[in-house]
């Protein structure tokens, strides 16, 4: 199908796109990379009266390591490609989740154009980028004509597309801690076709305590199991609870998930099916987070 | 109809400057206005990779490209990357006669681009690589094996070639 018919302007600043964005208000739409709009213009699940293309904006570029304070951030500005994510050395040195991430994110063709901005404002809830976010506990930089304010991922993700950025707001960066030390990062998901959206998938960074399984901090979210990525909070209690034994541990985790997750069901997979697989990848991600010997973890 | 806007392109070497619709993606203007037909459309929202092309030198879905957003950039299509005698472009055209990679070749030019892509990395290739890169395009025809089996054979004349 073809797009409907709609007006463009190239932003030459973020200043003149917020000026855009105010002066068009709701009949405007932002494109970015495009590889998700283009797609459902294509399709007329968008009709948008005026696109502002924020692609030239140099305000939104680049990868930056940041000191604040002794503690190192990694800042990763709004139009930052996929592509970019996974040929960097900061990416993988300091948000090293990110790069495992990024395989997962569609096809090379469209990691080429698709922007990590992009991916935590669209919001989809199987989507890998938001879930990292909540994972890392990364901050959400949104200017507006007024201000530059700054949101926390647990607060930014509202629901299916739904985010916490306003009309006339653009996402400039997304920030996070740099990685610290004794932590790694384990993700895994199930897809029918390697770069489709996920069935089910995790990202987890955590703290694991030598030769046990016990974590002294971990953060497993999910995605694709709601309408946004979801901190799987009971099972990570017991992941860090020292008073349970070292060989059931895991698989009280796996059973906990019920508490967490409700999945929904779709024709892809039903809510069982769903939930069955997220605990098939805690399973999985937290046996590769130990470094466990294939044996020594079982699926569901 | 909007005012169409006039955008400058370099398309197989050749600057181009056309007035184009906003609404209108890079693959309708290779194909309707410039007859580029070579680059195909299947699907429309970037799931068939038949429209793969290079746009400032990195492959894309041009059906997920407004011709707007691609003013002032590098387009190549299938047609240029022939002509230019690309080296990894004349690998894989042998290879894939050779292996009978192609039924219909309605998969062909988008194939061509991944592969293409693929071989200037310059690294050894497994299958596993070959068909975790092609994952983003279908092919109706062949089962694929036979298409992995020629960017191997392609990946290898290149090395061969980089030897001598
Ligand atoms: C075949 C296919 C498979 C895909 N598979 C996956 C996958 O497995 N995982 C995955 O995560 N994604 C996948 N995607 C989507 C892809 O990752 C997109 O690049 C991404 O979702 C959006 O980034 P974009 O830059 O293309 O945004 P656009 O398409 O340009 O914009 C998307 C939305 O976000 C808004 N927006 C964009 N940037 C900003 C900003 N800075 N501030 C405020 N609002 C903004 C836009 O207004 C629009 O509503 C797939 C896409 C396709 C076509
Ligand atoms: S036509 Fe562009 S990906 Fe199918
Ligand atoms: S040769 Fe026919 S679709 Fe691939």
Redesign the interface.
Same mark, same amino acid.
Do not use: W
């Given at each position: 199908m073809k797009a409907r018919d709609c007006r463009y302007e190239r932003a030459r600043s973020l200043q003149e796109a917020l000026d855009l964005l105010h002066r068009h208000g709701a009949d405007a739409r932002l494109i970015a990379g495009g590889q998700s709009l283009v797609p459902a213009l294509n399709l007329r699940m968008a009709a948008p009266d005026m696109l502002i293309d924020i692609g030239a904006l140099d305000e939104l570029r680049g990868i930056r390591l940041a000191d604040a304070g002794g503690a190192k951030r990694l800042r990763i500005g709004a139009m930052v490609t996929h592509a970019e994510i996974a040929r960097s050395r900061d990416v993988a040195l300091y948000a090293p989740l990110l790069s495992l991430a990024v395989k997962h994110v569609a096809h090379a063709a469209i990691r080429n154009r698709g922007t990590f901005g992009g991916s935590i404002a669209h919001a989809d809830p199987s989507a890998e980028f938001p879930a990292c976010a909540l994972a890392l506990g990364a901050r959400m930089h949104i200017a507006s004509r007024a201000e530059t304010r700054v949101v926390a991922a647990e607060d930014f993700f509202r629901g299916l597309h739904e985010t916490a950025i306003l009309p006339g707001e653009i996402l400039i960066a997304v920030d996070m801690a740099s990685i610290e030390e004794g932590f790694r990062p384990g993700f895994a998901e199930l897809a029918r076709r390697s770069g489709d959206y996920a069935l089910v998938g995790l990202a987890l960074q955590g703290k694991p305590l030598r030769g046990r399984t016990l974590f002294e901090a971990v953060a497993p979210v999910f995605f694709s199991v709601g309408d946004r990525p979801i901190f799987a909070r009971a099972a990570a209690q017991i992941l860090m609870d020292a008073s349970v034994a070292d060989d059931t541990r895991i698989r009280l985790a796996q059973a906990a998930l019920t508490d967490d997750l409700n999945p929904p069901s779709d024709p892809q997979a039903s809510s069982a099916t769903r939930l069955h697989l997220a605990r098939v990848l805690l399973g999985r991600v937290v046996a590769e987070v130990l470094e466990m010997g294939a044996g020594e973890s079982r699926d569901a | 109809? *909007?005012e169409p806007?006039t955008i400058t392109l370099s398309i197989n070497g050749l600057d181009t400057v056309i007035a184009v @619709?906003? &609404? +209108?993606?890079l693959a309708?203007v290779l194909r309707v206005q410039l007859g580029l037909t070579g680059t195909h459309i299947g699907c @429309?929202?970037?799931v068939c990779?038949a429209c +793969?092309i290079f *746009?400032d030198g990195? +492959? =894309?879905?041009a059906?997920? =490209?407004?011709a707007?957003?691609a003013?002032g950039c590098f387009v190549e299509t299938v047609e240029g990357l022939t002509e230019a005698g690309d080296p990894a472009l004349l690998a894989l055209q042998e290879a894939f006669c050779e292996r009978n990679a192609l039924q219909c070749g309605f998969c062909t030019p988008g194939m061509l681009?991944?592969a293409i @892509?693929?071989l200037r990395e310059g690294r050894p290739l497994s299958r596993a690589d070959i &068909? @975790? &890169?092609i994952?983003?395009?279908y092919c109706r025809c062949t089962g694929y094996q036979a298409i992995v089996d020629a960017i191997l054979h392609a990946a290898a004349k290149l090395a061969e070639l980089e030897m001598a």
């Amino acid at each position: 199908m073809k797009a409907r018919d709609c007006r463009y302007e190239r932003a030459r600043s973020l200043q003149e796109a917020l000026d855009l964005l105010h002066r068009h208000g709701a009949d405007a739409r932002l494109i970015a990379g495009g590889q998700s709009l283009v797609p459902a213009l294509n399709l007329r699940m968008a009709a948008p009266d005026m696109l502002i293309d924020i692609g030239a904006l140099d305000e939104l570029r680049g990868i930056r390591l940041a000191d604040a304070g002794g503690a190192k951030r990694l800042r990763i500005g709004a139009m930052v490609t996929h592509a970019e994510i996974a040929r960097s050395r900061d990416v993988a040195l300091y948000a090293p989740l990110l790069s495992l991430a990024v395989k997962h994110v569609a096809h090379a063709a469209i990691r080429n154009r698709g922007t990590f901005g992009g991916s935590i404002a669209h919001a989809d809830p199987s989507a890998e980028f938001p879930a990292c976010a909540l994972a890392l506990g990364a901050r959400m930089h949104i200017a507006s004509r007024a201000e530059t304010r700054v949101v926390a991922a647990e607060d930014f993700f509202r629901g299916l597309h739904e985010t916490a950025i306003l009309p006339g707001e653009i996402l400039i960066a997304v920030d996070m801690a740099s990685i610290e030390e004794g932590f790694r990062p384990g993700f895994a998901e199930l897809a029918r076709r390697s770069g489709d959206y996920a069935l089910v998938g995790l990202a987890l960074q955590g703290k694991p305590l030598r030769g046990r399984t016990l974590f002294e901090a971990v953060a497993p979210v999910f995605f694709s199991v709601g309408d946004r990525p979801i901190f799987a909070r009971a099972a990570a209690q017991i992941l860090m609870d020292a008073s349970v034994a070292d060989d059931t541990r895991i698989r009280l985790a796996q059973a906990a998930l019920t508490d967490d997750l409700n999945p929904p069901s779709d024709p892809q997979a039903s809510s069982a099916t769903r939930l069955h697989l997220a605990r098939v990848l805690l399973g999985r991600v937290v046996a590769e987070v130990l470094e466990m010997g294939a044996g020594e973890s079982r699926d569901a | 109809m *909007l005012e169409p806007i006039t955008i400058t392109l370099s398309i197989n070497g050749l600057d181009t400057v056309i007035a184009v @619709e906003p &609404r +209108t993606h890079l693959a309708d203007v290779l194909r309707v206005q410039l007859g580029l037909t070579g680059t195909h459309i299947g699907c @429309e929202h970037g799931v068939c990779g038949a429209c +793969t092309i290079f *746009l400032d030198g990195a +492959t =894309v879905r041009a059906c997920l =490209v407004l011709a707007v957003q691609a003013d002032g950039c590098f387009v190549e299509t299938v047609e240029g990357l022939t002509e230019a005698g690309d080296p990894a472009l004349l690998a894989l055209q042998e290879a894939f006669c050779e292996r009978n990679a192609l039924q219909c070749g309605f998969c062909t030019p988008g194939m061509l681009a991944t592969a293409i @892509e693929l071989l200037r990395e310059g690294r050894p290739l497994s299958r596993a690589d070959i &068909r @975790e &890169r092609i994952s983003g395009n279908y092919c109706r025809c062949t089962g694929y094996q036979a298409i992995v089996d020629a960017i191997l054979h392609a990946a290898a004349k290149l090395a061969e070639l980089e030897m001598a």
